[in-house]
Nanobody, 124 residues
Framework: QVELVESGGGSVQAGGSLRLACAAS????????MAWFRQAPGKGREWVAS????????DYADSVKGRFTISQDNGKNTVYLQMNSLAPEDTAMYYC?????????????????WGQGTQVTVYS
């Protein structure tokens, strides 16, 4: 059974940093397409970043490019999201997601496996 568990969320002042982690069980991590999404109150689920091909490829949403870094530790079956220069608009519930193979696009509907989410709050 596949399970994804996020951790690392919290409250931080604007300009600060947080590192989220997503620990996986039930499959070999390195073979999966892993992504982070976020959802702010009253908004849809937004793709943030992806890592795939065993960590060799990464992609980012324009809104986080240059500030966030996604990585994975295959030995620990864990994906990380390092978030720097955080701003109030980054406030959201952050979710880890996984699927087999590269999706047609970054729509959340293409992902079958999800974690429970971890809250990130950035205050000014």
């Amino acid at each position: 059974q596949v399970e994804l568990v996020e951790s690392g969320g919290g409250s931080v002042q604007a300009g600060g940093s947080l590192r989220l982690a997503c620990a996986a069980s039930g499959y070999i991590y390195s073979t999966r397409y892993m992504a982070w999404f976020r959802q702010a109150p009253g908004k849809g689920r937004e793709w943030v970043a992806s890592v795939y091909y065993g960590g060799a490829r990464t992609d980012y949403a324009d809104s986080v490019k240059g500030r966030f870094t996604i990585s994975q530790d295959n030995g620990k079956n864990t994906v990380y999201l390092q978030m720097n220069s955080l701003a109030p608009e980054d406030t959201a519930m952050y979710y880890c997601a996984a699927r087999s193979g590269v999706p047609p696009d970054d729509n959340a509907e293409y992902f079958a496996d999800w974690g429970q989410g971890t809250q990130v709050t950035v205050y000014s």
